[in-house]
Structure formats: structure tokens, C-alpha cells
């Protein structure tokens, strides 16, 4: 009964920035952690920063000192900050999360944004 939704995508030029916004919705209890993954064409999907309920983070490596991952837990909803975009970031971004209803616990995706990084 849990869904994410993913929004803020779209085209920036070298350089700029985007903010992704994923929602999740339904009857939550506890979110454990969530993610942003990506999918780049010809390219298998990849973690691209995680968020835990601790606060703790961890990124890729290819967006380390550029993105940022943050929450707001009392909305339930995650972010990806992203500065400096770079063509090679153009990929559908997908928002996970590991989250306990009242039904279950399971990992839920997003349906994905597409980002477009092009002058």
C-alpha cells in the first residue's frame, strides 16, 4: 500500500542545478532508510546516495562533494540536491525506501525522474 513519487526532474545545462523531491505515501510507520538510484541509457542502475533514519549517508562516489540527500521525516519525504551537473549525470533518477507500514516491511520504488544534464 506504500508508493513514492518522484518529482523535479528535468534539463539544466552543464553546471546548474536540481532539486529531486520524492513523496512517499500510505500508512507508514517508520521509514528505515531511503535512496536515490539512477539509471543511465546503457547503464546498469546505481546507488547514487542513501539516507538512513540515523542520519547517516553515504554516496557514489562519481556525485561525492556535488549532491545532497536529505529528508524530512515528519512528511516522509527525501530530496537529492544536486549542484554542478555534469552531461554524464543524465539518467532517470528513482527514489527507494525501506519502509514498515502497517501491513509490512518492504523496499518500495519510485516510478522515476528523468534528468537531462545538455547545453
Known amino acids: 500500500q506504500v508508493q513514492l513519487v518522484e518529482s523535479g526532474g528535468g534539463r539544466v545545462p552543464p553546471g546548474g542545478s536540481l532539486t529531486l523531491s520524492c513523496a512517499a505515501s500510505?500508512?507508514?510507520?517508520?521509514?528505515?532508510?531511503m535512496a536515490w538510484y539512477r539509471e543511465a541509457p546503457g547503464k546498469q542502475r546505481e546507488l547514487v546516495a542513501r539516507i538512513y533514519s540515523t542520519g547517516s549517508t553515504n554516496y557514489a562516489a562519481s556525485v561525492q562533494g556535488r549532491f545532497t540527500i536529505f529528508n524530512d521525516n515528519a512528511k516522509n519525504m527525501v530530496y537529492l540536491q544536486m549542484n554542478n551537473l555534469k552531461p554524464e549525470d543524465t539518467a532517470v533518477y528513482y527514489c527507494?525506501?525501506?519502509?514498515?507500514?502497517?501491513?509490512?516491511?518492504?523496499?518500495?520504488w519510485g516510478q522515476g525522474t528523468q534528468v537531462t544534464v545538455s547545453s
Open positions: 527507494n525506501g525501506d519502509v514498515r507500514s502497517a501491513y509490512d516491511e518492504a523496499w518500495y
Open positions: 500510505g500508512n507508514i510507520l517508520n521509514i528505515n532508510a
